[in-house]
């Protein structure tokens, strides 16, 4: 995550937590005009992005509200700070980026370790590039090339069983170039017969490796994937 969007969100923190200090108040504050409905709706969706980000920002649950909130205060009113705004940044972003690292490598560990007992079980299959796979259907078509388009059904999961994504909660299969996809999926996609069904295990270094998709799918983190191949789709 880029220290400018931590930063944003930790400003946005900043100015909620230093509101919420009048808790007693905030539970009796009247909205006697259309500006003050206004203030408090704009607050209200605030605090609600600012939550929501935070959860997504490695450590960013564990914040010191009441430090967080005593730092705000004082830097709002011009007053004396234990630091100034360059050694607050660098702060931050060393913070931040040791949070990114614990996390990244305890991906790596935790997928590293369920690949490893995964590939022992009957059934399942590892290539040399440490793709895992399951045969649940096999079918009789051809096999798709890198240069091809195909159509699949599929749902994505992490390892706790978290889904991530489901072309099959969302009713309908989706097209792709073979070679538009994470590795594991080119891979897998070029061996499977249409008609095939296959479990894929997916080692974070054929799927989004360090920097992670989204704010579910973290750095070095092992994915699993049903795939339904449907067919070859023609020029």
Not at 1 to 11: G, N, P, Q, T
Request: net charge negative.
């Amino acid at each position: 995550m880029k220290v400018k969007s931590i930063l944003f969100y930790l400003a946005g923190t900043l100015l909620v937590t230093a509101v919420s200090c009048q808790q007693s108040g905030m539970k009796n504050i009247k909205l006697e005009n259309a500006l003050d409905s206004t203030s408090y709706a704009i607050g209200l969706q605030m605090g609600e992005t600012i939550k929501d980000n935070l959860q997504d920002i490695p450590g960013g649950t564990e914040m010191n509200m009441d430090i967080l909130t005593s730092a705000f205060a004082a830097a709002a009113k011009g007053g004396e700070t234990k630091f100034d705004r360059a050694a607050a940044d660098q702060i931050i972003r060393d913070y931040f980026q040791k949070q990114a690292e614990n996390e990244a490598q305890s991906n790596l560990e935790e997928g590293n370790a369920f690949l490893e007992n995964n590939g022992k079980r009957d059934g399942v299959a590892t290539t040399e590039s440490g793709l895992q796979y399951e045969i649940i259907k096999e079918g009789n078509g051809p096999k798709p090339a890198a240069t091809d388009k195909v159509k699949v059904n599929y749902q994505g999961t992490l390892i706790d069983g978290t889904v991530f994504d489901s072309s099959i909660e969302r009713g309908e299969p989706v097209t792709f170039p073979v070679n538009g996809v994470i590795r594991g999926w080119v891979e897998a996609l070029q061996l499977m017969p249409v008609g095939s069904k296959w479990k894929l295990y997916i080692p974070s270094e054929l799927a989004y490796g360090e920097r992670g998709s989204g704010s579910t799918i973290g750095p070095n983190t092992t994915l699993i994937f049903e795939v339904e191949l449907l067919e070859i789709v023609p020029e």
